[in-house]
Every structure is written in structure tokens, then in C-alpha cells.
């Protein structure tokens, strides 16, 4: 199994950078994991946009969805799209997203654009879905929105990816994501939100978070370019002691 990191800023992009999406490729088997702003531009740079079997989104902020929309219009508008056979890949949202995504659907004066271009579907928390030979899993997360966390495996079930998506610390992921080969978690914070319900996480939670599940690996992302990543580093090394990363665009992590 192979994971690229195609976005990784939080709800503002880096320079030059994408919000959150991630490909994993397993055999001829291809997903993407949410689909926020710039993903669509870097998706393009490391596979045909065609040849993405699912994309799946964890909830619906625009940093992890708002890029369904030049997606859809490139599989709508394509002059090779125009044949008798487009490729129409799944669309895989949380429960009730179909109405957030024909709402800018229709803010953006194009309506059903989403609908008719991918075969869109409401995922249901507690099922298991077969993409091709991929199996993937959701966990939900406390977020300020209803949001999951996704497990992708290989289908003998050899090796696991695990996605956090966007959340406070929580305990939920610590049996989800046991000992998953790869964990990325967001690091968002330079410190614990002052105000209000929390939301996301520090690199020391999310270092916390990782040695809780005993993970193999550890990438923290949703990290802006604002923040100093040795620091980062440094404070999620005090919890855990396996390999961690920042993720870049284009990191490829091959389990
Ligand atoms: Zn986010
Ligand atoms: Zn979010």
C-alpha cells in the first residue's frame, strides 16, 4: 500500500500548498481521502483523475471537501469525458453531506454538478466498505462537526492506514487505531484552545495519541507553515517514540 500526501494545511493553505487529501494506491486499487482546496491540482500531478476508484470525505468543512467542485467539473467538462462512457467515480460522504454539497453546488450556479459526475453516496458509520480489495473502516471523532476517522486496509488485511481527520483529544481512536501500521494526526495547535469547546490538538496530544495506539509510524498534518516544526517534533517526541514526520506535499509512505 502506498500513501501520498497530496494536501496536509489546515483550513488555510500553505504557500504553495493544499488542504487536506490523501491517495493510497494498493495494487490497482485507488482512494482518495478528503478532497479539500488545491487537492484536485495535486491529485493531478500523481495520478489520472479518472482513474480514482472513491474519493472519501471525513466531514464537511470546506478544507476537506470544498475540491469535490473542480473535480466534478473536469469529469463533466473534459472533452474525453464527453464519450459514452465517462468515468464516474464513487463519491463516499458522511451521513446527510449530500445536501451541504448541493447547497455550493447551487451557490456556485451549478447545480447537481457533484451528483451527476460522481455516483454519490451516504456512507453509514458503522459499515465496512469494500473498494475493490481495500477495506475501509470509520471511527467517529469529537470535532466542532459531526467527523470520522478512516482506517484504510489492505484486503488480506496485511497491513492498516489510519486517518484521524480533524479532533480533540478523545480516547476513541485508542482501540480504532491499534497498533495501525501508519497514523496521521492532525497537530493543529500551538497550545490547547482558550475558548469555547475544543476541537483539534496539539503535537504533544497528537505524539499522546500515537503511543496510546501503539502506532508503527506517526505523520502529524492539518499543521500551518506558521508554526515552527522542530517544536512540533520536539513536543510529540515527548509522548512517542516511534518514527514521526511532518507531512509535505508529496510524501509518499509505503507500508
Ligand atoms: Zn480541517
Ligand atoms: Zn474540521
Redesign the pocket.
Known amino acids: 500500500m502506498q500513501v501520498t500526501v497530496l494536501g496536509m494545511s489546515p483550513?488555510w493553505q500553505d504557500a504553495g500548498g493544499a488542504c487536506s487529501g490523501y491517495l493510497v494506491e494498493d495494487g490497482g486499487d485507488c482512494v482518495l481521502l478528503d478532497c479539500g482546496s488545491g487537492v484536485f491540482s495535486a491529485l493531478r500531478v500523481h495520478r489520472d483523475y479518472v482513474d480514482v476508484d472513491a474519493v472519501v470525505v471525513s466531514?464537511m468543512?470546506g478544507?476537506?471537501f470544498l475540491d469535490l467542485f473542480p473535480y466534478a467539473c473536469a469529469l463533466t467538462f473534459a472533452p474525453r469525458q464527453q464519450g459514452e462512457h465517462p468515468a464516474r467515480p464513487q463519491l463516499l460522504l458522511p451521513p446527510r453531506a449530500t445536501a451541504n454539497v448541493r447547497a455550493v453546488a447551487d451557490a456556485t450556479s451549478l447545480p447537481g454538478v457533484v451528483e451527476g459526475a460522481f455516483r454519490v453516496r451516504e456512507y453509514d458509520v458503522t459499515e465496512t466498505l469494500a473498494i475493490g480489495d481495500l477495506r475501509v473502516r470509520f471511527q467517529p471523532v469529537p470535532?466542532?462537526?459531526a467527523?470520522n476517522a478512516i482506517e484504510v486496509a489492505s484486503g488480506n488485511g496485511g497491513v492498516r492506514f489510519t486517518y484521524g481527520?480533524?479532533h480533540r483529544p478523545t480516547d476513541v481512536l485508542r482501540d480504532f487505531a491499534a497498533r495501525t501500521d501508519l497514523l496521521i494526526l492532525e497537530a493543529t495547535l500551538p497550545e490547547p484552545e482558550r475558548r469555547g469547546p475544543r476541537?483539534h490538538m496539539t503535537p504533544a496530544e497528537a505524539g499522546a495519541h500515537a503511543a496510546g495506539c501503539d502506532a508503527a509510524r506517526l505523520v502529524l498534518t492539518h499543521i500551518s507553515d506558521e508554526l515552527d516544526r522542530d517544536w512540533a517534533l520536539a513536543q510529540a517526541r515527548q509522548a512517542y517514540d516511534g518514527p514521526i514526520e511532518i507531512a509535505r506535499p508529496g510524501a509518499v509512505y509505503t507500508l
Open positions: 483550513s466531514h468543512h478544507d476537506h470535532h466542532y462537526i467527523t481527520a480533524d476541537g
